[in-house]
């Protein structure tokens, strides 16, 4: 996978060790941003300031699909421009069956209507075409990530987080 957009986040190996093919349910969601406008790139940082550690940025649609074979509950902020609409448009017709759990919101400069209406049959659920929308935008991708069942741990990790003391004693001198 590439590199982050503007030292954001660096993606060579999946964080937390995920594998790709590891069973998906047991995997946290991501945020993931596929964007290569500054403005909008931008506008996803500003508003995602409490889910840094929850989001990657990446620039191409290459990565953006890594990122939901290694994270498949994520939820992905997409721009689309007239160039990249075919491949979006035949990327989000295999979504359904690769990562049913993933929902994809795009954010766009593209002003025809039919375009909206496009994306939004192939499952998108929000299409935004200005700034002014990105806080109504990522409130409803942080909601998403909320909403994710944590990766259930061990009893014994449970009980271990939940003592009163440090897990780990420290050292005397």
Not at 45 to 50: C, D, E, S, T, V
């Amino acid at each position: 996978m590439g590199s982050g957009w503007g030292g954001q986040v660096t993606v060579d190996r999946f964080a937390d060790g995920d594998h790709p093919n590891a069973d998906w349910r047991n995997k946290a969601g991501r945020c993931v941003v596929c964007a290569t406008s500054v403005v909008w790139v931008s506008g996803f940082r500003k508003n995602l300031a409490g889910w840094v550690d929850s989001s990657l940025f990446v620039r191409d649609l290459a990565d953006c699909e890594a990122c939901l074979d290694a994270y498949p509950l994520s939820i992905v902020g997409l721009e689309v421009v007239l160039r990249n609409l075919v491949p979006v448009v035949s990327m989000l017709r295999s979504w359904g069956w690769r990562w049913p759990a993933a929902r994809v919101a795009i954010v766009t400069r593209v002003t025809d209507p039919h375009v909206a209406l496009a994306l939004r049959e192939f499952g998108v659920v929000h299409v935004a075409s200005s700034q002014r929308e990105m806080p109504a935008l990522v409130q409803m991708m942080c909601r998403h990530l909320a909403s994710l069942p944590r990766p259930s741990s061990a009893l014994r990790d449970q009980i271990r987080q939940r003592l009163p003391w440090p897990s780990q004693p420290k050292p005397t001198n």
